[in-house]
Structure formats: structure tokens, C-alpha cells
């Protein structure tokens, strides 16, 4: 409370009723899979469109290289064709892929290592051009005995650091030296200077300067440029801690040389004025040393997780897929991962080869949850890769459609009866009398119908509990609790009592109200659509002694239209 100390009239804020909330994004998807590049450990990267994935992660995988393992860049392609408009990419590789190498120089004592910064044979097409340069040169007005010896009054010192080498010249002779002290324009050397070095002239013919060099990476159309680099450690600008930043490549300096050499002339030499590198070594691996743990992945500590871990690392994401892996073991530890989380929903492929109805039955039966959906068969697209009809696994194109509904209807709306964008076809077709076996078991079929193209046609979850048996009921529900979960933080730690739990109440009530009136909720009026109560109803003294503030919802969620049924009699004479 404020103190009062004088007399007069004082104006304070304070905050009363509810806090506005707003909703949780729905619709940013994640994806796991083999890429032709990219970071395998890490937090999954953030791709807004194509271009952006094949700067990043590359573009189609080759069948003959990648096999089964090869659809993430067309699920990808495929989710931001059908309406997606975010996902995070966490890419595999097998054990034995490699990044590729170069050293400079290239046959002499290795001086600088340069890697591939992620595994992949596209390393190879990495290509580096060195080229010598200076941050800073001036002149020497004034040569100083001191006790310590001969220090060196310049013009200006700006970019001299101790441990610099530094170039002498006066038109004819070129000198080079060390610098080992640098500080209010007085600069020491580790070697005095025979020379006559001072210049007072306005136009000196005497100059200082250090010695760096610049490295160009280049890769395909992607170019990186870094400029004054150094060998000297000390130095804001040295070699490793200034290319950390680049996409393409890691650099390590592996000498400590003592003697007094350029750094360009300790990378190609004397008589060169540029020098250059070409990488090898990178290596894909091979598709059999893939397995079911490298999608799982690993928990080696926050920032280092691979995999499905990865995405723990990521509270953003509300959709996941690992397109065409249909491992049992993977995809039950990305439904486990759901349900740990809360806050996602995993859509699962069916193997391709899965046509009878009982081999496809039998995949669904590993599963009971509702933080997942099932869906087949595989779609027919074009491959601008080889020029030909392929079939990929739906759910790219099931997580675009997803958000697609969620920013055009809602989460509430069930997404379903909606055509699949860029689909020329199905690898098998399935019929009525198929489907009337696969719905009640909550496989979703996606269909051809004539005149309406190719559209989803199921809207179910892989549960056996009828309760969450529909996928917009789970996901209207991850939806709100992740909502009030972000938007509530502000009551931690405030005193709990009854302003507190109005102030909850009235927060809540106002943003369900909203939901009912958008059709997110069943019911004629609020009072139908939802309750929240807190209060000395919902907590005991022992709760609120022990800081726990309980509050209890309750809300209707709509139900899909799943079942459409007109019941129609023959109108006579005599009927009423």
C-alpha cells in the first residue's frame, strides 16, 4: 500500500474483475523425419513455407537412397498446400551418416578445420574461398623509450588487440610483428622495429595494419560472407567464435602458432592471393542402420534432445506427425508423448501395404487413446522429382486440412467432409460396406466421391472410450485447458480469497462465454454450454492453508453431425 505522508489528493490504479484471455494457437504442426539436411540434435527448427523448409532441411528424397523413410519433405509440402501455416521440423539420420571435411591448407601442416554443421552428402557441395583483409590500419607519429622498452605513439589505436599480428610497410619493405600491448594509441610490439616507422605526413607512406583474412561459404544459392577474421583468441573477431553463428559449416582453429605469420599466409601460402576448399566425406548413411529409437530419440539434456524428445523442448506445437514411419513401437511412443504432454495430438499413418480389412484393423488395435487419429489410405500425388505419380502418407495433408479448419471454422469444427488439396487419386480405394466396418473402430478413411473430389470422411479418435470418441471433442478440450493454463499465471500467488476466486470465476466465465456464442459449445445459453465454480465448495481450509486454489469446470462440447438420417413416409390422403 502506498504511504501517505502529506496532504493532498492521490490517484492510484488498481485491477478489478476479469483478465481477458485469449485462446491458444491450434494449428502449428510438428514434423519428424529423414532430410536431406539439417540440424538432428536440438530444438525442432520453425518453417513458415516450402522455400523456407528446402533453404533449411532440403528438398524430395530419391526413392532408390531414402525408401520408406523419405515423405517428411512431402508431408510438409503437402500440409502447407492443404492450409497450414506454421510446423517445427526435427530431423533423423541413420548412425553412420557423416558431415563433411575440409582442412586448409589442404596439404601442408592443418591449420584450420572446416565441418559440415549437420551429416548429410550435400556437405560435399559446400564450397569456401579465403581472401586476405585488415580491420584497421593507421600511423606511427612517435616512437617512446620506456623502461619496458620502445612503445609506439599512433594516430589511431581502434582495432589493435594484444595478440594481433600486425603488417609494417613503407611502399618497398614489409615488415611484420606482434602487437603486445595496445592502449590509449601506445601500442607495443614483441619485436622493435629497425625501420624508421614514423610518418607525420597527412598522406603516409608509412602504415600499420592488421592482418586478417575473409572466408565465403557458399551452398547452391545460399552464400555466408565473414569478414577480419583472426587466428588471435583474445580478439572479439577470431575465426571460431565469429563463423559460430553460419548455417552451412563449424570452423576449429587447430594450431597455436608462436611465430609471427599472417594467418592468410599460414592458409595457402606465400604467392597466393586467394585460396579456396572443397569439401568431402559427407556421407547420407545407409537406410538399413535406421531404426525405431532414432525417431524416438533421446533425452541428453535441454537444447541436445533428438527425435520425438525434441519436441519437449517446444510448447508451441498442438499437431504431430512422423510421416510414412509406421513402426508400432514409434508411433506408440509419440501417442505416450501426447499424453504426457497434454497439448498435442498425433495423426498416425497406416501402413501402405495394409489394404484387407483385417490387416488394417489390426494396426488400429494397437492403440486406445484419444490424443490420436488414424488415417488411410495413402494419397496419389504428383513427385516433381521423378517426374511421376507417388503415393505418400496422409498425414501432411491431414495436419494442413486440421488447421484449415481450425482458421476457418474452429477447433470445435470436426475436420472432416473437407477435400484434400494436390491429390490426383488414392492408392486403394475402400467402400461403404468397408467403412461401415472401419468408423465404429475409429479408422478414418479418406474417399473419392464423384463431383466432390477426394475428401477426409471419418472424424474419430483411437479410443474405446465413447466419450472422447471424436477428434474435435479431444481437441476442443486441449484447446481450452492449455488456454486457461497460459492465461491464468496472473493468480500465483495472490491472496486467496474470496476477491481472488470472483476475479477466476469471472475470468473463466467470460472467455467459455465467448466460445459458446463462436458455436464452440452445445447448449441454448451459457448457463447450459458450461459452469465454473470455485469457492468454499470446491476447496477445503486445508487446501487454501496449503496454497491450493481449486476451481471446477464443466462444458458441453459440440458433436459432429456424424450420422445424417431423414426419415421420410409416403404423404396420402388421410395422413395428418
Known amino acids: 500500500m502506498a504511504e501517505y505522508l502529506s496532504p493532498g489528493v492521490y490517484v492510484e490504479e488498481f485491477e478489478f474483475g476479469s483478465k481477458p484471455m485469449e485462446g491458444v494457437s491450434t494449428s502449428t504442426a510438428g514434423f519428424i523425419g529423414l532430410a536431406e539436411r539439417g540440424p538432428v540434435e536440438g530444438v525442432p527448427q520453425l518453417v513458415t513455407n516450402p522455400a523456407d523448409f528446402q533453404r533449411m532441411y532440403g528438398g524430395y528424397l530419391s526413392e532408390n537412397e531414402f525408401g520408406e523413410y523419405r515423405y517428411l519433405a512431402y508431408a510438409v509440402n503437402q500440409f502447407f498446400l492443404n492450409g497450414g501455416s506454421r510446423c517445427f521440423i526435427s530431423r533423423v539420420a541413420p548412425e553412420d551418416s557423416a558431415c563433411a571435411l575440409a582442412y586448409m591448407p589442404s596439404k601442408e601442416k592443418q591449420v584450420l578445420q572446416f565441418t559440415a554443421k549437420n551429416p548429410g552428402m550435400w556437405g560435399n557441395n559446400i564450397r569456401v574461398v579465403v581472401t586476405p583483409s585488415s580491420k584497421a590500419k593507421t600511423q606511427i607519429l612517435e616512437v617512446i623509450e620506456t623502461n619496458e622498452g620502445k612503445k609506439y605513439l599512433v ?34 610490439f614483441e619485436n622493435e622495429f629497425k625501420e624508421d616507422v614514423v610518418d607525420k605526413t597527412i598522406l603516409p607512406t608509412k602504415i600499420i595494419s592488421t592482418c586478417e583474412f575473409s572466408i565465403e ?11 577480419q577474421m583472426s587466428f588471435n583468441v583474445v580478439a572479439p573477431n577470431y575465426v571460431d567464435k565469429k563463423i559460430a553463428k553460419s548455417d552451412l559449416v563449424e570452423v576449429h582453429y587447430l594450431e597455436d602458432n608462436k611465430e609471427i605469420i599472417p594467418p592468410f599466409e599460414q592458409l595457402v601460402g606465400k604467392e ?14 545407409s537406410i538399413s542402420n535406421i531404426s525405431a529409437a532414432d525417431f524416438i530419440g533421446e533425452d541428453r539434456g535441454a537444447g541436445r534432445r533428438t527425435g520425438i524428445q525434441s519436441f519437449l523442448d517446444n510448447d508451441v506445437v498442438s499437431l504431430i506427425a512422423i510421416p510414412g514411419v509406421t513402426d508400432p513401437n514409434v508411433q506408440l511412443t509419440l501417442v505416450a508423448h501426447c499424453e504426457n504432454t497434454g497439448s498435442r495430438f498425433a495423426v498416425l499413418d497406416i501402413p501402405k501395404d495394409a489394404r484387407k480389412v483385417e490387416d488394417i484393423i489390426a494396426h488400429r488395435n494397437i492403440f486406445d487413446t484419444n490424443y490420436a487419429a488414424l488415417y488411410h489410405p495413402w494419397l496419389t500425388v504428383f513427385d516433381t522429382l521423378d517426374k511421376k505419380n507417388i503415393s505418400i502418407p496422409p498425414s501432411g495433408s491431414m495436419l494442413g486440412i486440421y488447421a484449415r479448419s481450425d482458421n476457418t471454422r474452429g477447433v470445435h469444427k470436426a475436420p472432416a467432409n473437407e477435400v484434400v488439396r494436390g491429390c490426383v487419386g488414392l492408392d486403394c480405394q475402400f467402400n461403404t460396406g468397408e467403412q461401415d466396418i472401419f468408423n465404429p473402430k475409429g479408422v478414418n478413411l479418406i474417399r473419392a466421391f464423384a463431383g466432390q473430389g477426394i475428401r477426409v470422411w471419418g472424424a474419430r479418435t483411437a479410443t474405446s472410450n465413447s466419450s472422447w470418441k471424436y477428434i474435435n471433442v479431444r481437441r476442443l478440450f486441449i484447446f481450452i485447458e492449455e488456454s486457461i493454463k497460459a ?8 491472496p ?5 476466486w470472483v476475479r477466476v470465476q469471472r475470468t473463466i466465465s467470460v472467455f467459455l462465454t465467448n466460445l459458446w456464442r463462436n458455436g464452440s459449445l452445445a447448449g441454448s445459453s451459457p448457463e447450459e454450454a458450461f459452469f465454473v465454480h470455485i469457492g468454499r465448495d470446491t476447496m477445503s481450509q486445508d487446501d487454501i492453508d496449503n496454497g491450493r486454489l481449486i476451481c471446477v469446470i ?8 456424424e450420422f445424417v438420417i431423414f426419415r421420410i413416409s409416403q404423404k396420402t390422403a388421410d395422413a395428418e
Open 487 to 494: 492465461n491464468t499465471n496472473w493468480a500465483v500467488f495472490e
Open 554 to 561: 464443466g462444458v458441453a462440447p459440440v458433436k459432429p453431425a
Open 155 to 188: 594516430k589511431n589505436g581502434a582495432g589493435f588487440y594484444e595478440g594481433d599480428i600486425i603488417m609494417f610497410t613503407d611502399g618497398k619493405k614489409i615488415v611484420y610483428n606482434k602487437v603486445v600491448n595496445s592502449r590509449d594509441n601506445v601500442i607495443a
Open 272 to 285: 597466393k592471393s586467394v585460396g579456396s576448399v572443397s569439401f568431402t566425406g559427407g556421407s547420407n548413411g
Open 496 to 500: 486467496n480469497d474470496e476477491v481472488l
Open 217 to 227: 561459404v557458399s551452398y547452391n544459392d545460399i552464400v555466408e560472407f565473414y569478414d
